[in-house]
C-alpha cells in the first residue's frame, strides 16, 4: 500500500520505502471513495525512502473516466484551497 501523489493522465507518484527496481512492471490500484481506478503501469524512477514513478501503460475505457472526474475533483479542491 501506498500514498498516492502528483497524479496525472500519464501516471504517478507512489510513496514507498522500498526499492522497486526501474522498468518493472505493476498494476495501480486507487480507492479514493466513491472511485476506483486501475491501469497496468511501469516504474520509470525509483528513490529509497521517497518512493517511485510509474507512468500508466494503458488506461482501460472503463477506468479513463473516472481518472478524469479524481483529476477534475482535486483540481477543484486545489482551487478551492488557493481561495
Known sequence: MAHVA???RQGCHLALTDRVPT?????VKIY???HFFQAR???CYSEHRIGVGVNFDKIES?????LEACLLE???QQ???DG
Open 6 to 8: 502528483e497524479l496525472s
Open 23 to 27: 522498468g518493472t512492471s505493476v498494476v
Open 32 to 34: 479514493a471513495w466513491p
Open 41 to 43: 503501469a511501469t516504474i
Open 62 to 66: 472503463e477506468y479513463a473516466s473516472v
Open 74 to 76: 482535486a483540481e477543484a
Open 79 to 81: 482551487r478551492k484551497s
